[in-house]
């Protein structure tokens, strides 16, 4: 089965027809480093981290390199809770303290690691990408 009809028929469970000819025309004239930037909520992690795993490894072998960027609010959260911190929200968005930072710096590496381990469990090439990005 070819490149282009995996991801069809992985993009026909997710997306109507307009969006997957989208998707085909923007990424078929692609050189080698193709690339998927894929945001994945911290719940995802929590409660579907095989399902993710797997489908991160599968645009992997079709040809893709998936880029993963994560959250980690509910786990963040919950240590927050665990650490007694009370936290603030502005408009829906924590307001990070240097406490509430060294709290969610260490649960962000841990959901990271977690999800690299995931991906390793299925034989995908993954790392992990801390600091440095981003400055």
């Known amino acids: 089965m070819n490149t282009r009809h995996l991801i069809v028929?992985?993009?026909?469970?997710?997306a109507s027809t307009k969006e997957i000819q989208q998707y085909?025309?923007?990424f078929s004239n692609v050189d080698s480093s193709r690339f998927a930037v894929v945001k994945?909520?911290?719940a995802v992690i929590a409660e579907d981290l095989k399902p993710?795993?797997?489908a991160l490894s599968f645009l992997h072998?079709?040809?893709?390199v998936p880029i993963v960027v994560h959250g980690a609010g509910p786990?963040?959260?919950?240590?927050?809770?665990?650490?007694?911190?009370q936290s603030e929200r502005r408009d829906g968005l924590r307001v990070t303290t240097p406490e509430v930072f060294a709290i969610a710096r260490r649960v962000f590496q841990q959901e990271n690691l977690r999800v690299?381990?995931?991906l390793r469990e299925l034989n995908a090439n993954a790392t992990s990408i801390t600091s440095g990005v981003f400055e």
Do not use: F, P
């Open 9 to 14: 028929k992985l993009l026909s469970n997710m």
């Open 24 to 26: 085909l025309k923007r």
């Open 40 to 42: 994945v909520g911290g």
């Open 52 to 54: 993710l795993a797997s």
């Open 61 to 64: 072998r079709v040809g893709l």
């Open 75 to 85: 786990q963040i959260d919950a240590a927050l809770t665990e650490a007694g911190v």
């Open 116 to 118: 690299v381990a995931a």
